[in-house]
């Protein structure tokens, strides 16, 4: 593409270097800054800066946070004995906001992986097994994905955590709300029927 | 969205502020910022507030520049003998992009919508039939887009231009190369059959 600009230039090879954003998309989103007011990409600039400049990880669980401990471990309401062990920062965001979940986190930062070379020590793991040895925790749910690597994680984890006093579930697995038994997968289907749960419509 | 931090939330905010970015988009951005080295995300934010603060509008064609002409105008190489009318600075890009115009532009900033309550006032024309007074213009070409509006545009300038000295031309209309003429509109195929061209392929 020709910018006829040096300015204009740099500021799509800097947008374009995200993820997920192409030159196209990346000038569109130049040109509309280009004609915005000078305040208003100064604030914009500023904000993204800011944000990296002081997002910090929670000392307890890992999750991203703006101090010391992030909101959800510094909210004393939230029920302190059961810890959610979650991959990323997503999935905290995700298990948020269905408004379902009022305990803590722990954020692995990922799942072991031999063939990526993420072992256990890559992971912040040490520091969870800490937590159920210091904190009063009775109960650690591993809503981690259900992939050969995550099982292979809840396995090894579940093996550290044994002895500690700690109950260990993980998340229900099964048929979607909403989706198809056709084009569910075998494996999912299969095990849905396995871990069939008795049917309460019917009773009094 | 439930992001447990303000940094993020705000970094969030500012990304979906643009125009073809929705929150999912601006949270899978702001992560990947909040996972770069601070110094690479400092360097982001301050090409994006650069650009914005020191982009200009060339003096004589209205196109974004750096200084005070932008690099076409300032080109002397280039033909100052035909001006290239254009709607916006995209148009300008697209064109350069074919490599066939050596020519410069003058870009109108949109066209004559009175629905939209734009007028020739609210458009770059008196600097064009400026131009064509003061400099040496044989040429002016329309690259304006086929539409009621444009067409109305082209109108207004040409009359303005008449008396000028100038050849006014409008870029041609046609079936698109590799288009299909089954799939083209009535008018374009309609005009393209009355427009015809001689064929010049079987000539020796």
């Keep these: ?63 991203l946070s703006d101090g010391r401990l992030c909101t959800i471990c510094a909210d004393n309401r939230r029920n302190q004995a059961i810890i959610c062990v979650v991959e990323g920062i997503r999935d905290v965001m995700a298990i948020e906001d269905t408004g379902q979940y009022r305990g803590l986190y722990h954020v692995l930062g990922g799942v072991i992986s031999p063939i990526e070379g993420i072992g256990p020590t890559e992971l912040n793991v040490d520091s969870l097994i800490q937590r159920a040895q210091e904190e009063q925790v009775q109960e650690v749910i591993m809503a981690i994905s259900p992939t050969i690597e995550g099982e292979t994680t809840i396995f090894y984890i579940s ?13 229900a697995r099964g048929i979607s709300f909403g989706g198809e038994l056709e084009y569910a997968d075998e494996l999912t289907l299969g095990r849905s029927i396995v871990a069939r749960v008795p049917y309460r419509g019917g009773e009094e």
Tied chains: 1, 2.
């Design 1 to 63: 593409m020709n910018f006829s600009s040096k300015l204009i230039e740099d500021a799509v090879n800097a947008f374009a270097s995200l993820p997920g954003i192409g030159k196209k998309t990346a000038l569109r989103l130049v040109l509309h800054l280009a004609g915005q007011q000078p305040e208003v990409v100064e604030q914009f600039a500023e904000t993204i800066a800011n944000m990296r400049r002081n997002i910090r990880e929670c000392e307890r669980c890992h999750n």
């Design 159 to 171: 093996k550290k955590l044994r002895g500690l006093g700690v109950n260990i579930s993980t998340i």
